[in-house]
């Protein structure tokens, strides 16, 4: 490659995916294993649903927002591959929103362009869209709120932030760091905006006496302006699309699109720890005390990760991310993409070699998924009992993402949020002078 243009990137990454939806369309119709995932199928069908003014509810395991089903009804009416190609334009606008964040933080144009390739020449990120996966979507709107913290609209980010959450409930994990970031001293306003020090900033406002003099005082420290704005309206915006998804889909809606993740006990095999218990104790009386009390090492793991790393966001979301995965209840492989599209964020910060280091994660990671998936294959296809297997490879799985994750936290260059690549060096090479 002679060099390395991200427009050219971006073109060829375009036609790449066009060609991977038309050779869906002949897989699905001329082999016995289809290209399409299972669950476009049943978007899709929520959306015909929609389409004939029914609910898209009916279709059964359809838990997704109304609005999922809703961008989707030109599936029947222009053709089936519709959503496919909505799915790889959001795919592509990741790999777009990545360039733009990683050079506003000045990130040098070829490491900028390498960080892009790692998303949009991903086998995880170009299969996802164009077998019909909606998270890119997702990926794409996460992206765009970070843009909009970083350009200081804050209503704008209140806004997507919102309806991101409806839309897919597993956002609602970022609340926290990015309510943490929202403070005055990180948004000068005569200014571009450049973080400072989260601590230092909060125990050089909290040593000052008319902080401390009064309760009401020090809630003025935590509850500001920015914070109060961006909790109301995203909060508003979540509040209203439920609100109308409940007016329209009733019980339904509420069960399917946000209870059922919480209490959700799924016996069919998968990369979570948990799922041996789930299908040994399927079909007792399981109280929804116990189902929620799974959530609490997640919950707990998350509040470390938030108030280690939350000054330095990109990271602090990329943590909270894999850790989020690899506790969760259930695992499948779109989840993977979650954290995909947050990597590329902070790879120019590491100071991990792809020699050494680098080589040894990536060879852990697909060397435990590749050991799952031999079980999950002796399983799924020859039927045969290897359940007690596949939990253990599901256990090493998870102690491989800990040792990643650990790893990544280990060799990164922590920064405050705006602060551009060259800036923390010139830090760096500052103290050691």
Same mark, same amino acid.
């Given at each position: ?14 036609? &790449? ?52 089903? &809703? ?72 992206? *765009? ?52 020090? *989260? ?53 339904? &809606? ?110 852990? *990671? ?8 031999? *079980? ?58």
């Amino acid at each position: 490659m002679r060099s390395l243009d991200f427009t050219s990137l971006l073109l060829f990454s375009a036609i &790449f995916r066009v060609i991977l939806i038309i050779y869906g369309e002949w897989q699905d119709a001329h082999m016995e294993v289809n290209y399409t995932d299972v669950d476009y199928l049943v978007f899709s069908d929520a959306a015909s649903l929609m389409a004939s003014g029914d609910s898209p509810y009916k279709r059964t395991t359809y838990r997704y927002s109304p609005l999922l089903a &809703f961008l989707l009804i030109p599936n029947s009416l222009i053709h089936r591959s519709w959503g496919k190609f909505i799915f790889s334009a959001s795919d592509l606008l990741v790999g777009y929103f990545i360039h733009f964040i990683l050079q506003q933080r000045k990130v040098p144009r070829k490491l900028c362009n390498y960080c892009v390739m790692t998303w949009l020449f991903n086998p995880f990120t170009f299969t996802i869209g164009t077998r019909g996966n909606c998270e890119p979507v997702v990926c794409a709107m996460i992206l *765009w709120i970070i843009i909009c913290l970083m350009k200081g609209n804050l209503l704008q980010s209140a806004f997507w932030y919102g309806l991101i959450v409806h839309f897919r409930i597993y956002p609602i994990i970022y609340a926290i760091p990015i309510v943490l970031v929202l403070d005055p001293n990180f948004f000068p306003s005569n200014r571009k905006p450049i973080l400072k020090n *989260w601590t230092a900033a909060q125990a050089e406002r909290l040593n000052d006496g008319n902080c401390l003099c009064s309760l009401h005082n020090l809630l003025k420290c935590i509850f500001t302006r920015k914070r109060l704005m961006f909790g109301m309206v995203s909060a508003a915006v979540f509040f209203l699309f439920t609100g109308l998804s409940y007016y329209l889909y009733g019980w339904e &809606f509420l069960h399917e699109a946000l209870l059922y993740h919480l209490t959700r006990t799924d016996p069919r095999h998968n990369f979570s720890i948990y799922f041996y218990h789930i299908y040994l104790h399927y079909g007792y009386d399981i109280s929804v005390m116990e189902k929620l009390i799974s959530f609490l090492p997640q919950f707990m793991v998350q509040l470390v990760l938030i108030f280690c790393f939350a000054k330095d966001l990109p990271f602090c979301l990329f943590a909270q991310t894999v850790a989020f995965v690899a506790f969760n209840k259930v695992i499948t492989a779109q989840y993977f993409v979650w954290f995909f599209c947050l990597l590329p964020l902070i790879l120019p910060w590491s100071k991990m070699k792809l020699k050494w280091d680098g080589m040894l994660c990536i060879l852990s *990671w697909m060397g435990a998924q590749v050991h799952w998936l031999m *079980w999950g294959y002796l399983l799924e296809f020859k039927g045969k009992n290897v359940f007690l297997e596949l939990w253990v490879a599901s256990l090493v799985f998870h102690a491989a993402n800990v040792f990643i994750l650990t790893l990544v936290i280990r060799h990164h260059r922590f920064s405050s949020f705006f602060l551009g690549l060259k800036d923390v060096k010139s830090k760096n090479v500052a103290k050691l002078e």
